[in-house]
């Protein structure tokens, strides 16, 4: 199973017809809703995220955290584009995982806790629309 999502192949119809027919293979909604979520990303965010919040306070812990941040911001597309099959398309879908990673990394906490804007709920509520949402979007063959 590719790591990114598999565009379906479309096909244009004649000008008697409206639209464009979907035919064969690609993710459907549900596996494009997993799959632009970076879990291995995150999955490391959240566990160094607790190492640090539970330094002693004597170390830069917010500093650290927004290091932390910084770096899983950047690396979410460049793990993704080097996971990516050859030829596959990959643009929206990283593009789409790193917003993925910022909006889970706001709803969780991390350095945002500690902001006075941060609001758990409005980022629990942005994560909900996000995740659903996402899977409208879907990556056109040859889209790298």
Same mark, same amino acid.
């Given at each position: 199973?590719?790591?990114?999502?598999?565009?379906?192949?479309?096909?244009?119809?004649? !000008?008697?017809?409206? $639209?464009?027919?979907?035919?064969?293979?690609?993710?459907?909604? +549900?596996?494009?809703?997993?799959?632009?979520?970076?879990?291995?990303?995150? +999955?490391?965010?959240? %566990?160094?995220? $607790?190492?640090? %919040? $539970?330094?002693?306070?004597?170390?830069?812990?917010?500093?650290?955290?927004?290091?932390? *941040?910084?770096?899983?911001?950047?690396?979410?597309?460049?793990?993704? +584009?080097?996971? +990516?099959?050859?030829?596959?398309?990959?643009?929206?879908?990283?593009?789409?995982?790193?917003? @993925? *990673? @910022?909006?889970? !990394?706001?709803?969780? $906490?991390?350095?945002? @806790? @500690?902001?006075?804007?941060?609001?758990? !709920?409005?980022?629990?509520? !942005?994560?909900?629309? *996000?995740?659903?949402? %996402?899977?409208?979007?879907?990556?056109?063959?040859?889209?790298?």
């Amino acid at each position: 199973m590719s790591r990114l999502v598999r565009p379906r192949h479309t096909t244009v119809l004649s !000008a008697d017809d409206v $639209g464009t027919r979907t035919s064969g293979g690609g993710d459907d909604y +549900a596996t494009r809703v997993a799959k632009y979520i970076p879990g291995e990303v995150l +999955a490391g965010y959240i %566990s160094i995220g $607790g190492i640090i %919040s $539970g330094l002693d306070a004597s170390r830069p812990r917010p500093m650290l955290a927004w290091l932390l *941040f910084g770096l899983c911001l950047v690396l979410t597309p460049v793990y993704l +584009a080097r996971t +990516a099959e050859k030829g596959q398309p990959k643009t929206l879908h990283l593009a789409l995982s790193t917003v @993925a *990673f @910022a909006v889970w !990394a706001y709803a969780v $906490g991390g350095p945002f @806790a @500690a902001e006075r804007w941060h609001d758990p !709920a409005i980022g629990s509520i !942005a994560l909900g629309i *996000f995740t659903l949402v %996402s899977g409208v979007f879907e990556p056109k063959p040859g889209d790298s």
